[in-house]
């Protein structure tokens, strides 16, 4: 895992713990898991609309948002992205 995503993943954590206000992390924990997996499928959906525009800076943009959604979402239900990794390791051998 890359140092980007080891820290970005250990503000979501703290966010999550420590809940400070004014946080826009702390507001999608706030507002549930029906919230964040909603905000995961608008993001998706915007890649797709970037992609399709052929809008490469907007597609990494938006493709950085559906990542940060995702690792919201990821330790909403209790995961990691290492949970993840180990998915992909498992398919690549077998």
């Known amino acids: 895992m890359s140092d980007v995503v080891r820290d970005l993943e250990r503000v979501i954590r703290q966010r999550q713990a420590d809940m400070p206000e004014g946080s826009y992390t702390t507001s ?13 499928g608008e993001e998706g959906v915007e890649v797709v609309i970037a992609a399709l525009a052929q809008d490469d800076g907007r597609l990494a943009s938006e493709m950085a948002d559906l990542f940060y959604h ?8 209790g995961l990691s992205w290492a949970d993840v990794e180990a998915v992909f390791v498992r398919r690549a051998h077998g």
């Open 70 to 77: 995702s690792l919201v979402l990821l330790a909403d239900r």
């Open 28 to 40: 999608l924990f706030r507002d549930g898991t029906q919230r964040i997996a909603q905000k995961v």
